[in-house]
């Protein structure tokens, strides 16, 4: 009896032994090699800067992440679009033959056991663009699917964060073709160089900062420290606020209203700095304001009192606004908005005076009259008009349409 219970003790302690081997070997290994590639190529996306890193810098990139990384038609010191994906190991199979057998896996509990035995779905990618030898664009992209956490019931949970470079973090007044960049724009109120927003998710977190190249780069470091060490902790990691420390403070799954709102409670005006807005404009000009009427809209359902001004239009100072200097034209300002808190107060163009106005040429009532959206209405002066010019010197343009989300 002895030697019988002997035998079964090495026999459990073999089988011990070479589950914990195979564990390593098959998962605890993979993944802390994924892991480490993408903590190097996140050091790499931290050595460039937008609208100042080289052709060089590029090249020297593609060189070290060739490997993993492509881009699609020609890719020239003139135009390049480059993509650096590094992925969990069980990736490839998504793309091969044995595809069909990997989506039984998923709808199976395999990906379950294996997920609570150390494994992440994951996948982290930095893509750049280059135009006239400056990479001008940058974006990253961190998905993870944790398969063994969520409420009851639930199978996995996606948590997502993406940073991406844009030249306007406004959102366009009309014109439903543009992508929607996430976030408030009275967030530019508090800091106009960048934006944070996430949408409504079931069953998942997703976080998303859009940027200017003029952000102080010490400001992106915080916004994308991923801490990949999610990759290989012993517990999952359940939150966005696991992968990255900076998006606790945004709150953007711990209440109802979804993304960051201006921190005031009493009703506001609009405080974004000039330079912001004459980079996010579509079209200035400079208007000298005339007469101002009152009327009583109903179109939206509650009646809304607006503002109708006729001013003479004295400047274009950004854009194609297609009216001749001297030509009198009817201006809708902000009226002001309650649908949301804090209250966002009316602006107005008082007769007799002089404005910057920034409008959407797309935005034409029947009646002839231009819209302006919040922030739209500008004192002229000498300081506000240099500082326009800085703005606009910032509004970088595309080759590439920028849509960058693909």
Request: charged content about 25%; overall charge negative; aromatic content about 10%.
């Amino acid at each position: 009896m002895p030697r019988l219970l002997a035998r079964a003790f090495r026999a459990l302690v073999w089988t011990v032994a070479v589950a914990l081997l195979l564990e390593l070997a098959l998962i605890k290994a993979p993944m802390a090699l994924t892991r480490m590639r993408m903590q190097h190529l996140l050091a790499d996306f931290h050595s460039i800067y937008p609208t100042q890193s080289t052709w060089s810098d590029a090249q020297r990139l593609m060189a070290r992440w060739g490997r993993w990384g492509h881009y699609d038609g020609t890719c020239t010191a003139a135009d390049c679009d480059y993509n650096i994906v590094i992925a969990d190991p069980s990736a490839r199979w998504a793309h091969t033959p044995y595809q069909r057998w990997t989506v039984w896996m998923n709808g199976s509990r395999f990906y379950t056991l294996i997920a609570r035995l150390g494994w992440r779905a994951i996948e982290f990618s930095v893509r750049f663009v280059v135009q006239d030898g400056k990479i001008v664009r940058t974006r990253t992209c961190l998905v993870l699917a944790v398969n063994d956490s969520g409420p009851p019931g639930h199978d996995s949970l996606g948590l997502s964060l993406n940073s991406q470079v844009r030249a306007r973090l406004r959102n366009p007044l009309v014109d439903a073709d543009k992508e929607r960049i996430l976030g408030g724009d009275e967030q530019l109120d508090d800091h106009p160089d960048y934006k944070v927003g996430g949408p409504f998710c079931s069953g998942c977190e997703y976080a998303e900062v859009s940027y200017t190249p003029t952000l102080p780069h010490s400001k992106l470091l915080d916004f994308t420290a991923y801490d990949f060490s999610c990759l290989t902790r012993f517990y999952a990691c359940t939150h966005i606020g696991d992968l990255l420390s900076a998006a606790h403070d945004w709150h953007l799954y711990d209440r109802e209203t979804i993304g960051l709102t201006a921190a005031h409670s009493d009703a506001i005006s609009c405080r974004t700095e000039p330079r912001a807005l004459g980079r996010d404009a579509e079209d200035i000009v400079e208007v000298e304001s005339l007469l101002v009427e009152k009327r009583i809209d109903t179109s939206q359902g509650d009646p809304i009192t607006l503002e109708v001004a006729r001013v003479r239009l004295l400047h274009v100072i950004k854009g194609i606004f297609g009216v001749a200097s001297g030509s009198s034209i009817l201006i809708v300002p902000f009226s002001g908005s309650t649908y949301s808190e804090p209250i966002e107060l009316p602006e107005h163009l008082l007769p007799r005076h002089r404005y910057f106005v920034f409008l959407d040429h797309r935005y034409r009532s029947e009646r002839g009259e231009f819209g302006a959206d919040r922030c739209g209405v500008l004192d002229d002066t000498p300081a506000n008009l240099a500082a326009l010019q800085t703005g606009i010197a910032q509004d970088v343009t595309y080759r590439r349409p920028p849509k960058f989300g693909d």
